[in-house]
């Protein structure tokens, strides 16, 4: 384990290597708690409902119709709010329904948008998606990650976007997490903070608003707070030392921006059922006090059931604000909170001062990002300027250096490309792009695809021919979007795979990593290639493993079980 004083060395480290090669950009968190003139002249002009209202951001969408598009410019014109968080769409429609938005507002709006691995979060068919953070977590080169951040920048400003609810350092260290999982860097408190520190450096040099999520730590729950309340029943010392750990050091960093997370924490805050966000312990004392964070602070999303299901119908709202929190996210009724927040002020549950103070943080955060000269988004080559070359070259050198090896090279390295070798991707309903890449270069070769759901006669008639090869590759495949914790084969299929370890063949699994806790035996396989997710890259990077054209460099960021644990790798 390291010692403290070398943990500060690694990080003082990554500040001067990541400040070098970033633009030179007044530092964020000074430059917000200091008074300016534009700041001052933009507040002067607001009434006290306006100011209210820069607290408040909307959902925003442009693959739900025109209908919702005008409705939501309704809003904005009407009830002049602070900014806009953009989900699904096309990128050419963001930057027109961006560009309209602007100008139905007195004063510019935050666009945020969900990109933790980058625009293809939200428009995956149209623009390019980064690895994952589980996979991220395996690279040991975080140059790496900070240049994403740099690129994902890049692609934001492009696009007219300026807040990026990323990155999540919430600490991994439930596989049954069923929110975080693959979002998380893994389950070590510094390797989060590592890369955590890579990739918002990266962002905050490009130029954009960053938000570290979820304080104060989302990552061993089981329970998803889209859908209900999440309890977190440790201590007090345990949340300080663990979990609060990588906020700490990145606040420390200079952190833009930090997303509370809606949890229930009897050791901070003993109200029944009051989630983080409305907990002003929490949110004030802890964060802003303790921790000394001054950048914004923005809850999760209002209308997640998390947090209305115990304070509906407007009073989560005024809470949030009564809690410390500079800026709501998605509201379920705005115009609705800030006629309560004005009520609040008057009954002396808030003061405006209050709210002042975060008004005028929220300005200068506007002001830093360049929006008191706020320009159109010129929609000219939009898409070619967000799915550049040297972003593609960037994710593939990524997903190569994620790629772990486990147990060993041995097999790896017997392989002759003139044997006769079968190569099954299972999980697949066709040839994968990891097969055909390995076709080439195997003069005497056999393509074989298996279902999710294969049936045992489908088995038994690959089984039956595999007594003809003299080596035999895996492909492991999760199809899904989103990777989970388990596999969905059926138990013949994964019967098969625990005879297949048994016979010398080599693995490359292209799934969550802690799905091989539900493949018994397949630690016996001799060589096991980890790539964390079914995507074109880790095929790619994982072939050129086998070509012997790229040499694994990646750790387990989690431990799986007792046979593959945290730092495996060759």
């Known amino acids: 384990m390291l010692r403290k004083a070398a ?7 990554l500040l001067v290597c990541f400040s070098a090669a970033g633009q030179q950009r007044d530092a964020f968190i000074p430059f917000i708690n200091t008074q300016h003139a534009w700041v001052d002249s933009v507040f002067n002009t ?4 306006d100011k209210v209202a820069q607290l408040f951001m909307v959902r925003a969408h442009t693959n739900l119709g025109q209908r919702y598009i005008d409705s939501v410019a309704d809003v904005v014109q009407r009830e002049q709010l602070g900014g806009i968080v953009l989900f699904q769409g096309g990128p050419v429609r963001h930057a027109q329904l961006i560009n309209r938005y ?4 007195k004063v510019p709006l935050l666009v945020a948008f969900d990109g933790e691995w980058g625009l293809g979060m939200r428009m995956a068919d149209s623009t390019i998606s980064f ?14 990650i900070y240049q994403m951040g740099l690129e994902i920048a890049r692609d934001f400003k492009r696009l007219g976007l300026n807040v990026n609810f990323a990155p999540v350092v919430d600490i991994n260290n439930n596989p049954r997490n069923p929110v975080i999982n693959f979002r998380s860097f893994g389950e070590n408190k510094r390797n989060v903070a590592r890369k955590g520190l890579a990739y918002m450096r990266g962002m905050m040099d490009g130029g954009i608003i960053t938000s570290l999520k979820h304080f104060p730590g989302h990552g061993d729950t089981d329970v998803d707070s889209h859908h209900d309340l999440p309890q977190l029943k440790f201590t007090a010392g345990r949340l300080d030392s663990l979990e609060m750990y990588p906020f700490r050091e990145l606040i420390k960093a200079g952190a833009s921006g930090v997303m509370v997370a809606h949890m229930n924490i009897p050791s901070l805050d003993k109200t029944p059922n009051l989630p983080s966000s409305l907990s002003e312990h929490i949110v004030t004392n802890v964060l802003k006090k303790r921790l000394g964070f001054q950048g914004l602070t923005f809850t999760d999303a209002m209308d997640m059931n998390g947090v209305v299901k115990h304070f509906p119908n407007g009073e989560a709202d005024v809470r949030a604000i009564i809690a410390g929190n500079d800026l709501l996210e998605l509201s379920q009724n ?8 004005l009520q609040a002020i008057k009954r002396g549950r808030l003061t405006q001062a209050d709210i002042d103070s975060r008004v005028k943080k929220i300005l200068a955060a506007k002001y830093w990002l360049g929006l008191d000269k706020q ?14 070359r040297q972003t593609e070259l960037l994710n593939q050198r990524l997903a190569d250096a994620s790629v772990t090896l486990l147990n060993s090279d041995s097999l790896i390295n017997a392989i002759n490309y003139t044997k006769r070798t079968a190569i099954i991707s299972v999980g697949v309903a066709q ?54 914790s388990t596999l969905p084969y059926n138990g013949t299929v994964r019967f098969f795979l625990n005879e297949l370890a048994a016979m010398n063949s080599v693995f490359c699994v292209f799934a969550n990593p802690y799905a091989l806790a539900g493949l018994p035996g397949i630690e016996q ?46």
């Open 7 to 13: 943990v500060i060395s690694v990080f003082a480290s």
């Open 46 to 49: 607001l009434s006290q409902r």
């Open 102 to 105: 602007q100008r139905l507002s």
């Open 131 to 144: 690895p994952y953070q589980m996979a991220l977590g395996a690279v040991q080169n975080e140059a790496l």
């Open 334 to 341: 705005s115009a609705r909170a800030i006629e309560m927040v």
């Open 375 to 388: 320009q159109p988004v010129n929609l000219a080559h939009l898409y070619q300027d967000v799915n550049r």
């Open 431 to 484: 040839i994968s792009e990891f097969q055909n890449m390995l076709g080439w270069r195997f003069d005497n070769h056999m393509n074989y695809v298996l279902s999710p759901d294969a049936t045992a006669d489908d088995v038994a008639a690959v089984a039956s021919e595999l007594g003809r090869y003299s080596q035999i590759i895996v492909a492991i495949h999760d199809n899904r979007a989103r990777p989970r």
């Open 525 to 570: 396989a001799k060589s096991i290639l980890v790539c964390y997710q079914n995507d074109l890259i880790m095929q790619r990077a994982a072939a050129k493993v086998l070509l012997r054209r790229l040499t694994p460099s990646g750790r387990l960021p989690v431990t799986i079980n007792s046979f593959f644990r945290y730092g495996d790798g060759k």
